[in-house]
């Protein structure tokens, strides 16, 4: 039962016009839409339930506290894991990267060891590695890319050395909308000792993800690009690795007992969430993932499966129009970056924004994949749930506009 | 959308003192990373006044119109007058007083230049 059009009446925003037109949404990658459950169930926290989680036995604490320990069992489930303790809250895939190259990078990489990575990692799964073996004095080494946008996997045996400690991965780019091969990494990765991390903020929001079945170890997300709240965000780990890794933030909620000059740790995910958390957050993913889980995962890649074949069988007519990355549907997801001969990505974004559409420009925070494809920048138009054929032609109106007014 | 209104369009398809002067008192290359736009300001001084100014560069058409719209506008003025030039009048000079928070960056890269290369000059 995936019905765009009763899909789109659940979004509000998309009744709003822009510039004088109606709103054509093709930013999802950047961070998606919200549906009304979701808006209401964050609301619902607010005005019936608020209170602090875990510090009290009243009425509404342990309310608040019940709906957020929900939301964990929820996310548990949506991706297989194990354990609701393998769910470490945060504020987003950022935050969760950083707490794997903190808290188990720092405790266990030194001089020399290895920390593979791939060439088309968003900075948020580069510039934490880069600070981490400079301080430990680890080697920083990629996977490459072919000109297909593919990694280049067929010699990835011989990237692996008895020094390979972490191999973290995009699951799906961002820039080039590769799928890379986890599973097949992973298998890899886990014969030489090393453990992986997925970077998977473009592919837990749009298709199937089995954390037991890719057999990674760590795996990262944002509830923003996925129907839910901004600020609230998932680490998952290994029940096994959470236990023996020290605590990335300190203070309230993540202790068992303080002295004056000591502490010991709270039980896993506790450890790792210091402070008062997210919980409107938790519990507004939580209705994310319903409304997610309602239409079926599968669904949901089937349909953008679909957008992305038709988007790029029309954008590849257009004279002078090259997309990066794969130009099959099946191995890509619903991200299409592109560059068009002539114009600058920021003018497209420009003009398609006075057509009402809203694509990104820029690098997409993955500036070496433009380095290496020798651009400064692209324009990028990334679908989901709510977006139609008619949007996909009307940011093929928008092009030619585009093309008519800036071609010199 | 008066963002490319004809103006702009002109002055980004047939930029003006777009070039190199032979013999220039004064150069400076700005560039944003973050999006490739690229100018090289030069400037001949005389008697204290701005006596000819060129640019070369890339970049988007608004950054490219404007260093073509400003380069037009700081020929013959005081050089003094131009070290406390606010980005506003700029952006009056441009037409582009309403310009989105997220194409500033683009309007202003050839005045940005232009600042560096007189602060360059004390
Ligand atoms: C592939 C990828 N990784 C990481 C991130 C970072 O996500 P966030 O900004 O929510 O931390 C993004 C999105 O910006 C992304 O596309």
């Given at each position: 039962?995936?019905?765009?059009?009763?899909?789109?009446?659940?979004?509000?925003?998309?009744?709003?016009?822009?510039?004088?037109?109606?709103?054509?949404?093709?930013?999802?990658?950047?961070?998606?839409?919200?549906?009304?459950?979701?808006?209401?169930?964050?609301?619902?926290?607010?005005?019936?339930?608020?209170?602090?989680?875990?510090?009290?036995?009243?009425?509404?604490?342990?309310?608040?506290?019940?709906?957020?320990?929900?939301?964990?069992?929820?996310?548990?489930?949506?991706?297989?894991?194990?354990?609701?303790?393998?769910?470490?809250?945060?504020?987003?895939?950022?935050?969760a990267l950083n707490l794997i190259v903190w808290s188990r990078g720092k405790a266990h990489l030194k001089k020399g060891d290895e920390i593979l990575l791939s060439e088309m990692e968003h900075h948020s799964n580069l510039v934490p590695w880069q600070l981490l073996a400079?301080?430990?004095?680890?080697?920083?080494?990629?996977?490459?890319?072919?000109?297909?946008?593919?990694?280049?996997?067929?010699?990835?045996?011989?990237?692996?050395?008895?020094?390979?400690?972490?191999?973290?991965?995009?699951?799906?780019?961002?820039?080039?909308?590769?799928?890379?091969?986890?599973?097949?990494?992973?298998?890899?990765?886990?014969?030489?000792?090393?453990?992986?991390?997925?970077?998977?903020?473009?592919?837990?929001?749009?298709?199937?993800?089995?954390?037991?079945?890719?057999?990674?170890?760590?795996?990262?997300?944002?509830?923003?690009?996925?129907?839910?709240?901004?600020?609230?965000?998932?680490?998952?780990?290994?029940?096994?690795?959470?236990?023996?890794?020290?605590?990335?933030?300190?203070?309230?909620?993540?202790?068992?007992?303080?002295?004056?000059?000591?502490?010991?740790?709270?039980?896993?995910?506790?450890?790792?969430?210091?402070?008062?958390?997210?919980?409107?957050?938790?519990?507004?993913?939580?209705?994310?993932?319903?409304?997610?889980?309602?239409?079926?995962?599968?669904?949901?890649?089937?349909?953008?499966?679909?957008?992305?074949?038709?988007?790029?069988?029309?954008?590849?007519v257009i004279p002078g129009l090259k997309v990066l990355g794969p130009l099959d549907a099946q191995k890509r997801g619903g991200v299409i970056a592109f560059t068009l001969k002539g114009t600058h990505p920021h003018d497209l974004a420009s003009v398609l924004d006075g057509?009402?559409?809203?694509?990104?420009?820029g690098h997409h925070c993955t500036m070496p994949v433009h380095l290496r494809l020798g651009i400064p920048a692209s324009t990028r138009a990334s679908f989901y749930i709510y977006n139609t054929k008619e949007e996909v032609d009307k940011l093929v109106d928008g092009l030619?506009?585009?093309?008519?007014?800036?071609?010199? | 959308?008066?963002?490319?209104?004809?103006?702009?369009?002109?002055?980004?398809?047939?930029?003006?003192?777009?070039?190199?002067?032979?013999?220039?008192?004064?150069?400076?290359?700005?560039?944003?990373?973050?999006?490739?736009?690229?100018?090289?300001?030069?400037?001949?001084?005389?008697?204290?006044?701005?006596?000819?100014?060129?640019?070369?560069?890339?970049?988007?058409?608004?950054?490219?119109?404007?260093?073509?719209?400003?380069?037009?506008?700081?020929?013959?003025?005081?050089?003094?007058?131009?070290?406390?030039?606010?980005?506003?009048?700029?952006?009056?000079?441009?037409?582009?007083?309403?310009?989105?928070?997220?194409?500033?960056?683009?309007?202003?890269?050839?005045?940005?230049?232009?600042?560096?290369?007189?602060?360059?000059?004390?």
């Amino acid at each position: 039962m995936f019905d765009v059009n009763k899909i789109r009446e659940d979004f509000p925003i998309l009744k709003r016009k822009i510039n004088g037109h109606d709103l054509v949404y093709l930013d999802n990658a950047a961070t998606s839409q919200k549906p009304k459950a979701v808006i209401e169930a964050v609301a619902d926290f607010y005005e019936n339930h608020n209170a602090n989680v875990h510090r009290g036995v009243h009425t509404l604490s342990e309310e608040a506290t019940q709906m957020y320990e929900e939301a964990r069992v929820r996310v548990a489930k949506f991706i297989n894991a194990r354990l609701p303790s393998e769910i470490i809250f945060v504020r987003n895939s950022t935050e969760a990267l950083n707490l794997i190259v903190w808290s188990r990078g720092k405790a266990h990489l030194k001089k020399g060891d290895e920390i593979l990575l791939s060439e088309m990692e968003h900075h948020s799964n580069l510039v934490p590695w880069q600070l981490l073996a400079k301080e430990v004095g680890a080697v920083l080494k990629f996977i490459s890319f072919d000109e297909n946008g593919e990694l280049e996997i067929s010699n990835l045996k011989s990237q692996f050395s008895n020094r390979t400690k972490v191999v973290s991965v995009v699951h799906v780019s961002n820039s080039l909308g590769t799928i890379n091969p986890i599973k097949e990494m992973t298998k890899l990765a886990h014969e030489v000792g090393a453990i992986v991390v997925v970077d998977a903020a473009q592919s837990v929001p749009h298709m199937k993800v089995d954390v037991q079945s890719l057999g990674c170890d760590f795996l990262a997300f944002s509830g923003h690009k996925m129907l839910g709240p901004m600020g609230i965000g998932v680490l998952y780990g290994r029940q096994e690795l959470l236990e023996v890794m020290p605590p990335f933030l300190s203070g309230g909620d993540m202790i068992r007992s303080v002295t004056i000059n000591d502490a010991t740790w709270n039980e896993v995910p506790y450890k790792f969430e210091a402070g008062t958390p997210n919980v409107a957050g938790a519990v507004g993913l939580s209705a994310a993932i319903g409304y997610l889980a309602n239409l079926g995962m599968d669904n949901v890649r089937q349909h953008e499966i679909k957008l992305t074949d038709y988007a790029l069988k029309k954008l590849s007519v257009i004279p002078g129009l090259k997309v990066l990355g794969p130009l099959d549907a099946q191995k890509r997801g619903g991200v299409i970056a592109f560059t068009l001969k002539g114009t600058h990505p920021h003018d497209l974004a420009s003009v398609l924004d006075g057509e009402g559409i809203a694509v990104r420009s820029g690098h997409h925070c993955t500036m070496p994949v433009h380095l290496r494809l020798g651009i400064p920048a692209s324009t990028r138009a990334s679908f989901y749930i709510y977006n139609t054929k008619e949007e996909v032609d009307k940011l093929v109106d928008g092009l030619e506009k585009a093309k008519r007014l800036l071609t010199k | 959308m008066d963002l490319y209104r004809d103006e702009i369009l002109d002055h980004y398809k047939n930029p003006h003192n777009f070039g190199e002067l032979p013999d220039p008192k004064v150069s400076y290359e700005e560039y944003n990373p973050l999006c490739g736009d690229r100018v090289v300001l030069q400037l001949k001084i005389e008697n204290g006044k701005l006596k000819e100014v060129k640019f070369t560069g890339e970049g988007c058409a608004i950054s490219i119109a404007s260093a073509s719209m400003l380069t037009d506008y700081l020929v013959g003025k005081d050089i003094a007058e131009l070290k406390s030039l606010p980005g506003k009048k700029v952006l009056e000079v441009l037409g582009l007083s309403n310009i989105a928070a997220g194409r500033l960056k683009c309007a202003l890269l050839p005045f940005e230049a232009l600042k560096k290369s007189l602060a360059k000059l004390s």
